[in-house]
């Protein structure tokens, strides 16, 4: 089997050992390098001013080389807060309104793609399979082709990928097509993604599909597919099993005493829907006098990419909702919404999954939303939850017991939020034992074994 170099901004090794991480796809990767070995190369997260890079810091951890590198604060103004999550990530969420372009950030975004080709370049091994994860390096296959290495490279990419008419709206878009035909094979989350970067292949002539599954750019041709990313099924459910013992979740479990619980947990980002989440709750508890007192809701927020202003604005915004609404509807022992700005780490969510009655995951726009599957991952087969699932998130492609929504919609979500709470017994174990069935079969293994194998192939 080929060694494995994967390529992400972030790698976990930059974690303190045990903290909690908020991303995804940190921990979707742990498991497949540990698996496989290899290198796992990245940002390490420290600023470094110098001017000249150091070396590259490498640190063993079992069968896994984390081989991390400093970037300066300019580089991570532009290429991460300013090309990435200011322009390809609104973009790639549909908010156009959102995203910002300025040429500064766009040439630091494909300079650092390019500084990284560089440090990587002398690891690479003739057989190696390289595989780039997300938005952030999107041009790094063409910048090691460049520089003349001819290893198979995969690219997967986390987040949607938006239709041409949107796609289109920002300057540089013909070259991030560029870059991913750049690519031998290019994964997306859902088969919606897939058929959106077709179009946008198609919509210029830039490019076509020629079979299923393969595409031609210019001299290229790659292949590309839809490949789910998926959560480590049975352990969670085991974490989940185990959890009704960890102090945190008996003293959750105390305090809500005998109401339902209804749970939210995202980064606080604006393509969560979470303030449209806060509307549908207030609507629900307005509505549904019987209900009144009877639930807590639960809305786990960890801070996210701060020095972003849209993500500051957002961050003050939800804060003073949620107060107006315990505001105006708490009573003297009664808080709706209980709102926490920190991480938990995942053993504790896992329990907390276990006791909520609703998971309420209802994003405007999501990749494919792991809270989603961990919801399921984490229920007690005899009595499960429902899972309130928006029809925007890439999870709700597979999850077809959950109740879907439409985040927009705060009248239907209310109204899903009621069914869920009042649903027979059957009915949920139904629901639940057809996603439960899928999570097992379509774990994150499996996901690895996909795409790897296609990429070999
Ligand atoms: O690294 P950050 O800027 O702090 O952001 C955290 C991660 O957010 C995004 O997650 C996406 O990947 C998940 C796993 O595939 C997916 O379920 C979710 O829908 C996506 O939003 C981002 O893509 C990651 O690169 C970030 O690390
Ligand atoms: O306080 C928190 C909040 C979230 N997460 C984890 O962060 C991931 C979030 O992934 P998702 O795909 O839902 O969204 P993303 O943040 O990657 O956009 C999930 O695995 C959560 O369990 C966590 O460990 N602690």
Known sequence: MSRLVVVSNRVPVQEKKGAASAGGLAVALEAALEKRGGIWMG???????????????????????????????????????????RMLWPICHYRLDLAEYGRTEMAGYFRVNRFFAHRLAPLIKPDDIIWVHDYHLIPLAAELRRMGIKNKIGFFLHIPWPPADVLFAMPVHEEIMRGLAAYDLVGFQTDHDLENFAGCLRREEMGDMIDEGRFIAGERTFRGGAYPIAIETAAFAEFARRAGSHSMVLKAQQSIEDRSLIIGVDRLDYSKGITQRIDAFEHFVTNNPAHQRKVTYLQITPKSRSEVPEYEAMQRMVAEQAGRVNGALGTVDWVPIRYINRSVSRPVLAGLYRLAKVGLVTPLRDGMNLVAKEYVAAQDPDDPGVLVLSRFAGAARELNGAL??????????????????????DERRDRWRRMMNHLLEHDVSRWCDDFLGDLAA
Do not use: C
């Open 404 to 425: 879907l929504v439409n985040p927009y919609d705060i009248v239907g979500t209310s109204n899903a939020l009621a069914r869920g709470l009042n649903m027979p017994l």
């Open 43 to 85: 940002w390490s997260g420290r600023i470094n001013e110098e001017g000249e890079p150091g070396p590259l810091s490498i640190e063993q951890r079992g069968n896994i080389t984390y081989a991390l590198t400093d970037l300066t604060s300019k580089d991570v103004d532009e290429y991460y807060f300013g090309f990435a999550n």
